[in-house]
């Protein structure tokens, strides 16, 4: 049995899905998987929140509208959710419980038995707070059943035909700040335009992780002679803005990099 064909199984095996729909590489594809399995027992579930980009958000409308898929979109203000704007290293626990207790609210609602979200293989090997609170509300992850890999889920997207399996990796703004800075409204809006600036030069796998003042970019190693030449029109854009100081980060892009200063031991 191929690991797709174990994936058809378990989800077949559920009955009827709500999918943690985000429109990232993962959940599209497994959302769509999920579609061509349960038919219309599926239903795509999203949050909208400062901590995501509206261009995410309107990326899922278009997905689901073109697939006929039935979406809710779950406004969630996640600044008033209990210590997670105080952005401690659980954060990801705090928010991702407070979400996923909605979603099962929605599913239960919409006559769903049961609530999966796109967490891989890989997702297992980083710190990742937001796992143990999946685990608590017995949240499904199909594709780490299916020991499904991110590079496994890009070529099945391909072969599938989905428009993001060469999506860069996304995660949420929060995950750009230093843990224990606070959280507000205007950081993280700051922080998305910094990225959609970026995006629009050309810089699709990137971050701009802000220490204070000063904005970190990082960026694929093979950009960086790119982001170099731009260097003084992607200062003036990120001081216009509100940083003092713009820097490029020598190890270039990579998931999950705010976590390195979390003590483990």
Same mark, same amino acid.
């Given at each position: /049995?191929?690991?797709?064909?174990?994936?058809?199984?378990?989800?077949?095996?559920?009955? =009827?899905?709500?999918?943690?729909?985000?429109?990232?590489?993962? #959940?599209?594809?497994?959302?769509?998987? &999920?579609?061509?399995?349960?038919?219309?027992?599926?239903?795509?579930?999203?949050?909208?929140?400062?901590?995501?980009?509206?261009?995410?958000?309107?990326?899922? *409308?278009?997905?689901?509208?073109?697939?006929?898929?039935?979406?809710?979109?779950?406004? &969630?203000?996640?600044?008033?959710?209990?210590?997670?704007?105080?952005?401690?290293?659980?954060?990801?626990?705090?928010?991702?419980?407070?979400? !996923?207790?909605?979603?099962?609210?929605?599913?239960?609602?919409?006559?769903?038995?049961?609530?999966?979200?796109?967490?891989? /293989?890989?997702?297992? =090997?980083?710190?990742?707070?937001?796992?143990?609170?999946?685990?608590?509300?017995?949240?499904? #992850?199909?594709? *780490?059943?299916?020991?499904?890999?991110?590079?496994?889920?890009?070529?099945?997207?391909?072969?599938?035909?989905?428009?993001?399996?060469?999506?860069?990796?996304? &995660?949420?703004?929060? #995950?750009?700040?230093?843990?224990?800075?606070?959280?507000?409204?205007?950081?993280?809006?700051?922080?998305?335009?910094?990225?959609?600036?970026?995006?629009?030069?050309?810089?699709?796998? /990137?971050?701009?992780?802000?220490?204070?003042? *000063?904005?970190?970019?990082?960026?694929?190693?093979?950009? !960086?002679?790119?982001?170099?030449?731009?260097?003084?029109?992607? #200062? &003036?854009?990120?001081?216009?803005?509100?940083?003092?100081?713009?820097?490029?980060?020598?190890?270039?892009?990579?998931?999950?990099? /705010?976590?390195?200063?979390?003590?483990?031991?």
């Amino acid at each position: /049995m191929t690991k797709l064909d174990k994936l058809k199984e378990n989800l077949r095996g559920l009955g =009827s899905v709500a999918v943690a729909f985000s429109g990232g590489v993962d #959940s599209t594809f497994l959302l769509k998987v &999920a579609q061509e399995v349960l038919e219309d027992k599926v239903l795509a579930l999203t949050a909208a929140s400062k901590f995501v980009p509206r261009r995410e958000i309107n990326e899922t *409308i278009k997905f689901c509208a073109e697939n006929k898929i039935r979406q809710i979109i779950f406004e &969630a203000d996640v600044l008033n959710i209990e210590g997670v704007k105080e952005n401690p290293e659980n954060r990801c626990y705090l928010c991702k419980r407070e979400l !996923f207790k909605n979603f099962l609210r929605l599913a239960e609602e919409n006559k769903i038995s049961a609530v999966v979200e796109g967490s891989n /293989m890989d997702d297992t =090997s980083d710190y990742r707070p937001g796992m143990k609170a999946l685990a608590e509300l017995q949240i499904k #992850s199909p594709l *780490i059943a299916a020991e499904l890999y991110k590079a496994e889920i890009r070529e099945l997207s391909k072969e599938f035909n989905l428009p993001t399996w060469k999506k860069p990796s996304m &995660a949420c703004l929060a #995950s750009r700040f230093v843990y224990g800075e606070i959280l507000t409204e205007q950081k993280l809006a700051t922080v998305d335009a910094a990225e959609q600036f970026l995006i629009d030069a050309g810089f699709n796998q /990137m971050r701009v992780r802000v220490h204070g003042k *000063i904005a970190r970019i990082e960026i694929l190693p093979e950009d !960086f002679p790119k982001l170099l030449k731009m260097r003084e029109e992607i #200062s &003036a854009r990120l001081k216009n803005l509100g940083f003092d100081y713009v820097t490029l980060d020598l190890q270039g892009f990579r998931s999950g990099s /705010m976590n390195a200063t979390i003590n483990h031991g």
